[in-house]
């Protein structure tokens, strides 16, 4: 499975962006078990998963983001949301999507800089 992040961009501290995450055609039939997540990895610091949803919509939350990012799904378009709020330059890196646990197969990413 490998889910094509998008959205990212530079933005401001204290600034918001919204990450998209498609699923390709592929897996649109099984799409809905899945449970999606949100990962990251800070330059020089390992991968860590922010955000995580289910199918029926519960959603966890690393400490680093909570309160701060919101993570939603519309199974119809197959595509999972990170509405990310209260940025910080510490929120600055590659942001991926993935299934939870991770299939080995990463899309590229997308860029998040938080400039200060």
């Known amino acids: 499975v490998q889910l094509q992040a998008s959205g990212g961009g530079l933005v401001q501290a204290g600034g918001s962006l919204r990450l998209s995450c498609r699923a390709p055609?592929?897996?649109?039939?099984?799409?809905?078990?899945?449970?999606i997540a949100w990962y990251r990895q800070p330059p020089g610091k390992e991968l860590e998963s922010v955000a995580s949803?289910?199918?029926?919509?519960?959603?966890n939350f690393s400490d680093s983001v909570k309160g701060r990012f919101t993570i939603s799904r519309d199974n119809s378009k197959k595509t999972v949301y990170l509405q990310m709020n209260s940025l910080k330059s510490e929120d600055t890196s590659v942001y991926y999507c993935?299934?939870?646990?991770?299939?080995?197969?990463w899309g590229q990413g997308t860029l998040v800089t938080v400039s200060s």
């Open positions: 949803i289910t199918f029926d919509g519960r959603t």
């Open positions: 993935n299934t939870d646990p991770p299939s080995k197969n």
């Open positions: 055609r592929s897996i649109t039939s099984v799409f809905n078990s899945y449970i």
